[in-house]
Nanobody, 124 residues
């Protein structure tokens, strides 16, 4: 069974950091493009960052530039989202997703496999 499982979400104060993990089972993420999406209440799901199987990255969301970083550990079959300098507007459910397409496809319709999501709340 192909599965993605996110972890690492939680409540953090503004200016704090979190690292989200996306662990795959049943398939190798090495061959997939993997992205992080987020969805705030009442808003559409939006792409945040993407990483290809070769490790090149694409930023989909200007507001996270310089604060969020995506990376992968092929040995652990895991993709990470390091989030620094968090702001209240980063509050959302964060999802990881995988596709055989490239990072040029930023819409969530392009992704075949999804995790269940992890809540990130930035609040004092």
């Amino acid at each position: 069974q192909l599965q993605l499982v996110e972890s690492g979400g939680g409540l953090v104060q503004p200016g704090g950091s979190l690292r989200l993990s996306c662990a795959a089972s049943g398939f190798s993420l090495n061959y997939y493009t993997t992205s992080w999406f987020r969805q705030a209440p009442g808003k559409e799901r939006q792409g945040v960052l993407c990483i290809s199987g070769s490790g090149s990255t694409t930023n989909y969301e200007d507001s996270v530039k310089g604060r969020f970083t995506i990376s992968r550990d092929n040995a652990k079959n895991t993709v990470y989202l390091q989030m620094n300098s968090l702001k209240p507007e980063d509050t959302a459910v964060y999802y990881c997703a995988a596709t055989l397409k490239s990072c040029i496809y930023s819409t969530h319709y392009a992704y075949e496999y999804w995790g269940q999501g992890t809540q990130v709340t930035v609040s004092s």
